[in-house]
C-alpha cells in the first residue's frame, strides 16, 4: 500500500512535474509541443523520431537508424559529408604513432620483451630477434 503522501499517488507515466495533470482532479494537463525529425541512412530506410519542440541548431544532425543501425541524417547524405574536421575520430593506434616514430616503438618492444624473458613469462628462444 502507498503512502498517502507519496510522489506518486494519482499521476500517470509520462507526467512532467508543472503540468497539472492529474486522475485525482481530471485535469489533462497542457501538452508540450512536438515536432517529428525524418532521418535518412544510406540504406534508404526512414526513422522518425518525435522530439520536442527545439530551435533548429539543437536538432541532432545525426540519428541511429532503427532497422540497420547505421548513421541516418537529414538529407540523407552520408555523415561523412556533414563532417567539418579534416581528421575525424582516430583510433588509439593512430594516436599513438602521432606520438613515437617507429625507432621508439620497437625500443619500448624490446625493452617489454626483455622484462617478460626477465620474469620468466617467455622463453629466450621465443620472439629473438634473428
Request: charged share 30%; glycine share 12%.
Given at each position: ?45 526512414l526513422t522518425q523520431p518525435v522530439f520536442c519542440e527545439l ?58 620483451l626483455e622484462r617478460l624473458r626477465a620474469r620468466g613469462v ?9
Amino acid at each position: 500500500m502507498l503512502h498517502p503522501s507519496s510522489g506518486f499517488r494519482g499521476t500517470r507515466a509520462g507526467v512532467t512535474e508543472g503540468t497539472g495533470s492529474s486522475l485525482e482532479n481530471g485535469d489533462p494537463g497542457k501538452s508540450v509541443p512536438r515536432m517529428r525529425v525524418t532521418y535518412t541512412c544510406a540504406s534508404g530506410h526512414l526513422t522518425q523520431p518525435v522530439f520536442c519542440e527545439l530551435p533548429e541548431d539543437q536538432i541532432p544532425a545525426e540519428w541511429e537508424c532503427r532497422r540497420c543501425g547505421g548513421a541516418a541524417t537529414r538529407d540523407g547524405l552520408p555523415p561523412e559529408a556533414h563532417s567539418t574536421t579534416e581528421e575525424g575520430y582516430k583510433t588509439h593506434l593512430e594516436y599513438v604513432k602521432e606520438r613515437r616514430s617507429g625507432e621508439d616503438a620497437e625500443a619500448v618492444l624490446a625493452g617489454a620483451l626483455e622484462r617478460l624473458r626477465a620474469r620468466g613469462v617467455l622463453p629466450d628462444e621465443l620472439l629473438r630477434d634473428t
